[in-house]
Nanobody, 123 residues
Framework: QVHLVESGGGLVQAGGSLRLSCAASGRTFSGYAMGWFRRSPGKEREFVAAISWNGGRIYYSDSVKGRFTISRDNAKNTVYLQMNSLKPEDTAVYYC????????????????WGQGTQVTVSS
């Protein structure tokens, strides 16, 4: 079992930055690929970014590529999402997720989820 807790969300103006963190506890963190997803009101949960256990494989959605950076620190059991050049359309609840194996872009392939953190970008 892996317990995930996101933090770092908040209200920011368009063009600003935020860094989300996801702290993991439970089983060995380094054994899991990690992903970030988001859900906006009235929309389906959307893939944002994913990273393999050692950071060797990283994937981004086209909508965030070049603006967001996913990283992880296995010594701290934490995965990060640095979000720059934020846009109003980035407004959503952001979730981190963990899965055994390679990182994936499909939400239902992840086994563990955090409770989410709200990001609001004002125009």
């Amino acid at each position: 079992q892996v317990h995930l807790v996101e933090s770092g969300g908040g209200l920011v103006q368009a063009g600003g930055s935020l860094r989300l963190s996801c702290a993991a506890s439970g089983r060995t963190f380094s054994g899991y690929a990690m992903g970030w997803f988001r859900r906006s009101p009235g929309k389906e949960r959307e893939f944002v970014a994913a990273i393999s256990w050692n950071g060797g494989r990283i994937y981004y959605s086209d909508s965030v590529k070049g603006r967001f950076t996913i990283s992880r620190d296995n010594a701290k059991n934490t995965v990060y999402l640095q979000m720059n050049s934020l846009k109003p359309e980035d407004t959503a609840v952001y979730y981190c997720a963990a899965r055994v194996g390679l990182p994936r872009e499909v939400a239902n392939e992840y086994h563990y989820w955090g409770q989410g953190t709200q990001v609001t970008v004002s125009s």
